[in-house]
């Protein structure tokens, strides 16, 4: 069964302290990993998908990268907008479209 | 465009109550998508469907749900009886190629008493 672990469960930041977010995963073939941002009483954002191990991709101060057992979402000099709880999901070549997600870091960054 | 948008934003209903979700995907997108959210078990797909067909429904926790797709613009989940169990927040996704992620609704919070 696929399944994705997130670490940790929530993080406290002060702005500018930089640090990463891990997700660990199992899934039979990789077809893609996923970032979402999700900002209290809305949907999911979409942020990045991530391919094949090795790959990196960057938006403004967050960094996404995947090796064959996990991915890790770094945040340099975080700001207080960057507050947010951060998903991971994964989609599996025999999955189809399906998309398993993990239960996600909740993220504070503090001013 | 205005995004996924799903109806209504709030439910509180009673137990054993039938219970109508709706959702209008971004037009052009194929595939549409409802999830629940809970914070025990956070983000689970329940069913997904491709050009208006249900694909996989094997989310789908029991009989008591149900799932149409009657045009490319309109999609409902429908709860009945419904459950305390249920209560959680349902959202709708849409998205033209799954492969570069889904477009999600703001989602209904949904309170069985």
């Known amino acids: 069964e696929d399944q994705v672990t997130q670490s940790p469960e929530a993080l406290r930041l002060q702005e500018g302290e930089s640090s990463s977010l891990n997700c660990s995963y199992t899934v039979s073939g990789l077809r893609g990993l996923f970032w979402y941002r999700q900002d209290p009483g809305k949907g999911p954002e979409f942020l990045f998908t991530?391919?094949?191990a090795g790959e990196e991709k960057e938006k403004e101060r967050l960094k996404a990268t995947l090796t064959k057992k996990e991915s890790f979402l770094h945040i340099t000099a975080p700001k207080p907008e960057d507050s947010a709880t951060y998903l991971c999901a994964v989609q599996a070549v025999t999955g189809f479209q399906k998309l398993v997600f993990g239960t996600g870091t909740r993220l504070l960054v503090s001013p | 465009d205005a995004g996924v948008i799903q109806s209504p934003r709030h439910e509180v209903t009673e137990m054993g109550q039938e219970v109508t979700l709706r959702c209008k995907p971004i037009s052009g997108h194929d595939y549409l998508f409802w999830y629940r959210q809970t914070m025990m078990r956070g983000l689970e797909l329940l069913i997904y469907f491709n050009n208006n067909v249900p694909i996989d429904d094997s989310g789908m926790p029991e009989d008591r749900f149900s799932a149409k797709m009657p045009n490319a613009s309109f999609s409902t989940l429908k709860i009945q009886p419904s459950e305390p169990r249920d209560s959680a927040v349902y959202f709708c996704?849409?998205?033209?190629?799954?492969?570069?992620?889904?477009?999600f609704g703001q989602g209904t919070r949904l309170t069985v008493v």
């Open positions: 996704a849409s998205t033209s190629d799954a492969a570069r992620g889904a477009f």
């Open positions: 991530l391919y094949s």
